[in-house]
């Protein structure tokens, strides 16, 4: 199954400032899901990323908000802009391993102050 | 879309017992259903799937049932030990492999000594 490096495993920012997240796999995957965990909750799909062409958000987040690039088929960056206290979460990509289940990073977790 | 409820909770067992989680789904094109494990500060991992033309799959101490006609599955650890202690999540598949998954809330397993 696919490997993934997700950077940073976490951090604490001032509001308003802005952080990107960055997924790293080890194998060409078509594509690469971001998902947002909020404390104590189930896994929330923001948006779905393919290679050469613009993500997908799903309802309630706004490409304004959390930019994605999916420069080629091995990375991908989720950007958490102007954040809010609200946005302290942890952020998780997920690839799709050709037949082996979704593999999952081990996550980004946020605080904004 | 996809609708996946997961039942109980929380569940508390004493080691060496049985454990078992439910989860139910609403679209009959659902086709892929894995389940995941969350330890604290780590993202999910897969431990165990199923495809919906198959009825029941066994690793080890931990097996997957799937009723296709009642649309639920469920999650069987059996001889339990501590380090089963986790958050387990279940999902479901809507049609395609390369799709997203539809995340049931999650179930808080504790297991005593």
């Known amino acids: 199954s696919a490997v993934i490096s997700q950077k940073p495993s976490r951090d604490i920012c001032q509001r308003g400032t802005s952080l990107t997240i960055q997924c790293q796999v080890d194998?060409?995957?078509?594509?690469m899901f971001w998902y947002r965990q909020q404390p104590g909750q189930s896994l929330t799909l923001i948006a779905t990323?393919?290679?050469?062409?613009?993500?997908?958000?799903e309802s309630g987040f706004v490409i304004d908000k959390f930019p994605i690039s999916r420069p080629n088929l091995t990375f991908s960056t989720l950007t958490v802009s102007n954040m809010s206290p609200e946005d302290s979460s942890i952020y998780l990509c997920?690839?799709?391993?050709?037949?082996?289940?979704?593999?999952f990073g081990s996550g980004t977790r946020l605080t904004v102050v | 879309g996809e609708n996946v409820e997961q039942h109980p909770s929380t569940l508390s067992v004493q080691e060496g017992d049985s454990a078992v989680i439910k989860c139910t789904y609403s679209?009959?094109?659902?086709?892929?259903f894995p389940w995941y494990k969350q330890e604290l500060g780590k993202g999910p991992q897969l431990i165990i799937d199923?495809?919906?033309?198959?009825g029941e799959k066994k690793d080890q101490r931990i097996a997957v049932t799937l009723n296709k006609t009642a649309k639920h599955f469920s999650l069987h650890i059996t001889e339990t030990q501590p380090e089963d202690s986790a958050v387990y999540f279940c999902?479901?598949?809507?049609?395609?492999?390369?799709?997203?998954?539809?995340f049931g809330r999650g179930t808080q397993l504790t297991v005593w000594p």
């Open positions: 997920s690839v799709e391993g050709g037949g082996y289940g979704y593999t």
């Open positions: 194998s060409q995957v078509t594509m």
């Open positions: 990323a393919n290679q050469g062409s613009e993500a997908t958000y």
């Open positions: 679209d009959s094109a659902s086709n892929y």
């Open positions: 199923i495809r919906s033309n198959v």
């Open positions: 999902a479901a598949n809507r049609g395609s492999t390369l799709g997203r998954l539809y």
